[in-house]
């Protein structure tokens, strides 16, 4: 361990560590939760890790008092962060949506099992990707990365973060069993490798700060507790001013404001990965620990000659909607393994609009999908 905290090396890692482990190089202080498998771990790590650093972990009532908490600490001018799965995510949706409507940068961290209720609490899943998405009522645009290693739960716990602090809203990382709890390899890197973004600080006197007057980027600057500037914070619509406006012109500028922030900024935001997808008759598009195993299935469709590709999703929301239908002109189909009942595979059809054949590869979840099942498919397709 450095003498600042962190540590540096590789490691034989979980991913719920490795997750734990990027938050706390991120910036990460404050951690509030609720136990809950499969996502125990990350608060377990973070209950030994913060006092270490200087951080603070509060374990809460519920997930509910842990989403509250989180934002409270934001806004105390502290990076915050939580972690959950199931139930749990379900019942952080009211107060993620607090988050949205205030502008609150945090991390939530999902690592998914399979439902719904209480379902398979220690077996993996991807069942809530489009809760994800749509899990808050309104109008909304919301950022979700997925990771596929341990080595990427650490990664993009800090691209999350970095994230929530450049657009102000929470940022999800929707991960699964299969991956929170897989030990690998993990590079943990020194401050000198790391890039850390911060909320911008208002460059206003006070008496002129509006707390929700937005730059060129749509993005307000944040003032916090203790740092001698006057807000005011509602989840109720609201002015620039942070007072809350009843009529339906300050709620149309403000929404499509919350959306826009996100929706314009797409190409700075959306990041997956390509392997052999252009020239292929063939596209696996997946995510996460399904990716993964798609891997094993395209590597062993090209032995056989096929001409197929993998398209990994590492930002699901916004999703990568334009390269989609550049790949819908040319390609014969896309095949989408995940583990639920066909979420994504509705975003890679609208798209595709009806260009090219997509074809869902479910798994009702408590495992990963067997790679001869997509090899299957994909040579279905490519006869």
């Not at 707390?211 to 507790?225: I, K, Q, R, Y």
């Not at 590709?309 to 334009?322: A, K």
Request: net charge negative; hydrophobic share 40%.
């Amino acid at each position: 361990m450095s003498g600042n905290g962190y540590l540096t090396g590789e490691f034989f890692a979980s991913g719920d560590d490795a997750c734990a482990e990027g938050a706390i190089r991120a910036g990460c202080r404050f951690f509030a939760g609720y136990p809950i498998t499969p996502a125990t771990e990350i608060a377990e790590r973070m209950s030994e890790r913060l006092p270490e650093v200087g951080g603070t972990y509060i374990q809460m009532e519920d997930e509910m008092a842990s989403m509250a908490a989180v934002l409270g600490a934001s806004w105390g001018g502290v990076k915050a962060m939580t972690a959950t799965s199931g139930p749990g995510f379900s019942l952080m949706m009211e107060n993620i949506g607090l988050g949205l409507m205030t502008e609150t940068p945090c991390v939530v961290v999902n690592i998914q099992r399979a439902g719904p209720s209480t379902g398979l609490p220690t077996l993996t899943g991807q069942g809530d990707m489009m809760q994800a998405r749509w899990g808050s009522h309104g109008c909304y645009s919301i950022i979700a990365l997925s990771p596929s290693s341990p080595q990427e739960l650490y990664d993009l716990t800090i691209r999350a973060f970095n994230l929530s602090e450049e657009y102000r809203l929470p940022v999800l990382v929707m991960s699964e069993a299969a991956t929170g709890h897989m030990y690998e390899k993990v590079t943990f890197l020194p401050p000198d490798r790391v890039e850390i973004s911060s909320r911008r600080k208002p460059t206003v006197p006070p008496e002129e700060y509006l707390p929700f007057n937005p730059d060129s980027c749509m993005v307000p600057e944040m003032a916090c507790a203790g740092e001698g500037y006057a807000f005011h914070v509602t989840g109720l619509t609201h002015d620039e001013r942070g007072y809350p406006a009843s009529s339906v012109a300050v709620q149309d500028k403000l929404v499509r404001r919350l959306v826009d922030k996100i929706e314009k900024n797409r190409d700075d935001i959306i990041e997956f990965e390509e392997d052999g997808v252009d020239g292929a008759d063939v596209v696996v598009c997946s995510y996460g620990i399904s990716a993964r195993v798609s891997r094993i299935a395209v590597n062993r469709a090209r032995q056989e000659g096929i001409k197929v590709g993998l398209l990994r999703l590492i930002t699901v929301w916004p999703f990568p909607e334009d390269r989609i239908r550049q790949i819908a002109r040319r390609a014969e189909a896309f095949i989408v393994p995940e583990i639920n009942n066909g979420q994504i595979v509705l975003e890679v059809e609208r798209c595709a609009a009806g260009r090219t054949r997509v074809i869902p590869l479910s798994h009702l979840g408590g495992g990963v999908h067997n790679p001869e099942s997509i090899l299957h498919a994909i040579e279905r397709v490519a006869r």
